[in-house]
């Protein structure tokens, strides 16, 4: 005779669930989608409490990351609203090509 499925008290909803099979006594949380935020958020809390994380996402390396990953957004939104919007691509190079730079004006004062 197979055994009850055994049961957990979700440490969020309150609600009793039945863990899956393979994560049986480790399984805290039910599979509600608040339930599962709720997880996440105390694992990443537990994750970046410990003194060896502390600094994971520090460090002049990290900054270089994340400022070229916005520069990178930023290129692209302004690509799009070049190409979906205020002067079709083509247009642009047509204007670049007639008009000189500033500093190529400078140069042949
Ligand atoms: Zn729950």
């Not at 009850?4 to 009793?16: E, Q, T, V």
């Not at 809390?45 to 400022?67: A, C, H, I, M």
Request: glycine share 6%.
């Amino acid at each position: 005779m197979k055994p009850p499925a055994p049961r957990c008290k979700c440490l969020h909803c309150k609600m009793i669930f039945v863990p899956d099979y393979r994560n049986r006594g480790r399984q805290k949380y039910c599979s509600g989608a608040e339930c599962q935020a709720a997880s996440k958020q105390t694992s990443q809390r537990q994750w970046l409490s410990k003194p060896g994380n502390r600094d994971y996402f520090r460090g002049p390396e990290n900054v270089q990351r994340v400022t070229s990953a916005v520069l990178d957004r930023l290129l692209h939104h302004a690509e799009t609203v070049i190409i979906d919007g205020i002067m079709p691509r083509a247009e642009l190079c047509r204007a670049e090509a007639h008009l000189p730079s500033e500093r190529e004006g400078h140069r042949a004062a």
